[in-house]
């Protein structure tokens, strides 16, 4: 067969081509990752931050398609489509997916940090998207607002007639990515003490950046009846 079948669905295709190159970066820059329906920590923080568990029911936190961890920190997050025919919404629909993610998990690990100590000047999470055999990276920090940018892409070989070229492109660009990685967990080691009160004032200062709105659950149709 020269070509990826176009019947493999989502999750093969993202573990068995697009993952194999990101996973296989991160291994060699020492990070850790996983895959597959990973709750992201940041998003259950805020979903249930107000909840009275004890009464009420957890909400459940969106799931990430991969994720690279970092001392329990999920410094990125991606999240994948099909290789053949991914709806077109699909794209934009995972990038706010993603985006959102990001911020959450921005907000929850500045938090964690300063409980530690006073966090480095640049402080920022990652993220990908995979849409079709194309995947964005991206990073987000904050100056004065939270700023996205995308850092690299890739496009993953689906055919024998490409492969050579476009696996060395993929390899290039996922270990550059795992080195961004790599530089802000450096950065990270550089945490300064504080004193009480300055924690106390910086953890106000995060609990003051306004939260992701909870988007509504989609209204079920009314059938019509006779």
């Given at each position: 067969m020269s070509e990826v079948p176009s019947v493999i669905n989502e999750r093969e295709g993202f573990a068995d081509l697009t993952w194999t190159f990101i996973r296989g970066a991160l291994a060699l820059a020492g990070i850790e990752s996983r895959h597959f329906e990973v709750m992201v920590i940041g998003v259950d923080e805020r979903k249930n931050a107000d909840r009275n568990?004890?009464?009420?029911?957890?909400e459940h936190a969106y799931l990430?398609?991969?994720?690279?961890?970092?001392?329990g920190h999920q410094l990125y997050l991606a999240e994948s489509a099909l290789l053949h025919s991914p709806r077109a919404?699909?794209?934009l629909q995972d990038c706010y997916k993603v985006m959102r993610a990001m911020k959450d998990s921005w907000v929850s690990q500045m938090r964690s940090t300063i409980r530690e100590g006073r966090p480095p000047e640049s402080f920022s999470v990652f993220g990908s998207t995979s849409f079709r055999d194309e995947t964005r990276f991206y990073q987000m920090d904050v100056v004065g607002v939270f700023?996205?940018?995308e850092v690299n892409g890739m496009v993953v070989p689906i055919s024998k007639a490409d492969f050579g070229m476009k696996m060395e492109a993929c390899m290039l660009c996922c270990l550059e990515f795992a080195l961004l990685l790599k530089q802000e967990i450096s950065a990270?080691?550089?945490?300064?003490?504080?004193t009480f009160k300055e924690k106390r004032l910086m953890l106000e200062d995060c609990r003051s950046i306004p939260g992701n709105q909870?988007?509504?659950p989609k209204q079920k149709k009314q059938k019509n009846t006779i």
């Open positions: 568990l004890l009464v009420e029911t957890k990430a398609d991969g994720v690279g961890l970092h001392r919404e699909k794209r700023r996205v940018f990270r080691s550089t945490i300064a003490p504080t909870t988007v509504p």
